[in-house]
């Protein structure tokens, strides 16, 4: 997708596996890659179960969803929600009346070719969970993958599975095209239950699915705290998850960034004398 | 690859002629009689539909010892293709090959060396090996979760992992040069010489020309380690790869 010597990337957040993190970690990356003063449209694509919204604090503002811009209801700058914080960022609801079925590959086609003929530098899609139409047609036009996985077993399998759906029902996968771009980002991680043995550490997953990690983002409060105000935890300054996601976006851009949060967090002496 | 230059005049052909390797089941005809035929091709479908849906065949002549008639010959093809295989040629040495390969529009193709013993009703043989050798099917990328791959007539050789809840399956040998945490399947028609071989044994289920073995734990002696399994008469065994 070009225009003027611009390139549109489109990234799918997805997984598989439900509840691992991929809403929250498209809310973050496409307000991290805004921060970093790129054009950005994060699409929730789970028609009839939005989330989006919520996580991006914008659920009161939704008037035209996508769903009503692929049936011409609405022109795409209707739909199209400004993020509050920040000015090259745009969310693009889910309907919550509708259901998978209202999507279709053409009508998809047509908002992304929309999007990037607007300028647009990354459009995110937030995948819905499972192997069906909505996640198929959040992937289908993908560039790059973000593959969103908890270090437990039912996740790293789904998540095989999707790699495998990736790599064969894809739109670049059918043309040849170099196929999709494939990045796995490890959430939920306790390094403290890795430690014991009770948690998969990142060395096993990558082991299992043959793919390095982009980040790893530490199991933290701050995350829920972030959903119920309705503020991404990528601008929550003070939380490690905030900084994971953050060196996930430099990553995502080509930066060399050390994995960090593997470990726990050392208590300092006085820490640990006087308890707390 | 080279590529001849193009005439800008010419039209491209509609047809392109090209030479290639195939590998096809023979069917030792032995009795031409249809019903006999059909119990015999049914019975052996049952045990692997899809493998023998619209499989090509070759009817093999070379035992039967007389000449057929076109009729029986007629009876004959319709009992292989009510099996669900469809005959695509003959195999046969006899003067008579010619005006039966006339009659029933089947080619005749260069015959096998015969093989061995006596059954009252046809036999179907695994596809044999010509002297050329059918290259296997190479894979490069892993093998996902939920995927399957069916190498037909050859090898299967994945260069990556096989993960857990996928599933390679060969009529040949299976090879995986890296972790095995599927299914593997060698022999799929039948080839009770075919072996499965891994670099790192985790597999769920190994069978090899339909004997099989489900993992519900890996023996301490296999586990991770290179292994290959291959049937010792009717008992499937499993050892570490040395060396």
Known sequence: MMMEGNLTEIIVVTSGKGGVGKTTTSASVA?????????????????????????????????????NVIQGDCTLKQALIRDKRLETL???????????????????????????AEGFDYIVCDSPAGIEKGAHLAMYYADRAVV???????????????????????????????????????????????????????????????????????????????????????????SDASRAYDDAVGRLLGEELPLRFLEEPKRGFFARMFGG | MMTKPVDAAAPAPAIDVRFGQVGLIQLRIRSTDPGAILDELTGRVVSAPLFFQRTGVCLDMTVLGREPQVAEMR???????????????????????????????LPVLAPFRPQAQAAAVPVVQPAERTEVGIPALMQHQPV?????????????????????????????????YGALRGRAVAGARGDTGTRVFCQEFRAELVSVAGVFRVFETLPPELAGKPVQAWLDGDDLRFAPISG
């Not at chain 1, 919550?96 to 009508?107: I, S, W």
């Open chain 2, 144 to 176: 996902r979760s939920g995927q399957r791959l069916y190498a037909r007539s050859r090898d299967l050789v994945v260069t990556a992992a096989v993960g857990a809840g996928a599933e390679v399956i060969a009529d040949g040998c299976v090879h995986v």
């Open chain 1, 148 to 238: 969103v996985v908890n270090p437990e077993v039912s996740s790293v399998r789904d998540s095989d599975r999707i790699l495998g759906l990736l790599a064969s029902k894809t739109q670049r996968a059918e043309q040849g095209n170099g196929g999709v771009k494939e990045h796995l980002l490890l959430t939920r991680y306790n390094p403290k239950r890795v430690a014991s043995g009770e948690m998969m550490s990142v060395g096993d997953v990558k082991e299992i699915l043959g793919l390095d990690v982009i980040g790893v983002v530490p199991e933290s409060p701050d995350v829920l705290a972030a959903s119920n105000a309705g503020v991404p935890v990528i601008f929550n300054d003070e």
């Open chain 1, 31 to 67: 307000c991290g890659l805004a921060r970093r003063g790129k054009r950005v449209a994060v699409i929730d694509f789970d028609i009839g179960l939005r989330n989006l919204d919520l996580i991006m604090g914008c659920e009161r503002r939704v008037v035209y969803d996508f769903v």
């Open chain 2, 75 to 105: 009876g004959v093809m319709d009992a292989v293709r009510r099996a669900g295989m469809l005959p695509v040629g003959l195999v046969g040495e006899s003067p008579a090959m010619e005006s039966l390969s006339a009659a029933l529009e």
């Open chain 1, 90 to 116: 745009h969310v693009l609801a889910a309907s919550q009346t509708r259901d998978k079925d209202a999507l279709t590959p053409e009508g998809v086609k047509k908002v992304l070719d929309e999007l990037a």
